[in-house]
């Protein structure tokens, strides 16, 4: 059974920086592309970052320069340092595999972006 473990959220104010965790099992983790995800309630839950087995990374365009993903494939986890935060930030923030895979979902972990 998949499983992801996310941490490292908190209330931050803007222009402030934090570093997510998200520790996975039931997987051979090295052999899959990891992404993180962002969602605000009431809205689709959207794309942030995946980096391949292989450590290509790629961003989407409002986080680009300002978030850095990572993967540790000796400890099954990868990691989002977020810089630069902006109160459009805030939201619940998940990591599953990229392309996610629907019913593994964890709970995520919630960033407050906020003066």
């Known amino acids: 059974q998949v499983q992801f473990v996310e941490s490292g959220g908190g209330l931050v104010q803007p222009g402030g920086s934090l570093r997510l965790s998200c520790a996975a099992s039931?997987?051979?983790?090295?052999?899959?592309?990891m992404g993180w995800y962002r969602q605000v309630p009431g809205k689709q839950r959207e794309w942030v970052a995946t980096i391949t087995n292989a450590g290509r990374t790629n961003y989407a365009d409002s986080v680009k320069g300002r978030f850095t993903i990572s993967r540790d494939n000796a400890k099954n986890t990868v990691h989002l340092q977020m810089n630069s935060l902006k109160p459009e930030d805030t939201a619940v923030y998940y990591c599953n595999l990229a392309p996610a895979r629907e019913h593994s979902w964890g709970q995520g972990t919630q960033v407050t972006v906020s003066s």
């Open positions: 039931g997987i051979i983790f090295g052999l899959y592309a």
